[in-house]
């Protein structure tokens, strides 16, 4: 059984930044794709980046250039520095671990609010 548990969510003003932590539990393999992903109010879940094994990463359009996926496999952590919010960007973020190429977990989210 795999545990997901993001925090680093918050209220931060348009162009500020906020770091996002992923801690997950269980028996997670280096080659475990893990990703983040975002729903805003009203709006369907969304993709905002993966990172595969050998540190290959994807991220939607909106959030190139100023969003970075790292992990410390040591740690099982991963993490998602956010630069340059905006407001756009306000959503619950929600940390995937697609463990063993085969099953989905799910933490339970962290709310980003981008806000003057």
């Known amino acids: 059984q795999v545990q997901v548990m993001e925090s680093g969510g918050g209220l931060v003003q348009p162009g500020g930044s906020l770091r996002l932590s992923c801690a997950a539990s269980?028996?997670?393999?280096?080659?475990?794709?893990m990703g983040w992903y975002r729903q805003a109010p009203g709006a369907q879940r969304e993709l905002v980046g993966s990172?595969?094994?050998?540190?290959?990463?994807n991220y939607t359009d909106s959030v190139k250039g100023r969003f970075t996926i790292s992990r410390d496999n040591a740690k099982n952590t991963m993490y998602l520095q956010m630069n340059n919010l905006k407001p756009e960007d306000t959503a619950v973020y929600y940390c995937?671990?697609?463990?063993?190429?085969?099953?989905?977990?799910w933490g339970q989210g962290t709310q980003v609010t981008v806000s003057a």
């Open positions: 990172l595969a094994s050998g540190g290959r990463t």
């Open positions: 995937n671990v697609r463990w063993a190429g085969i099953k989905d977990f």
């Open positions: 269980g028996t997670i393999y280096s080659g475990d794709v």
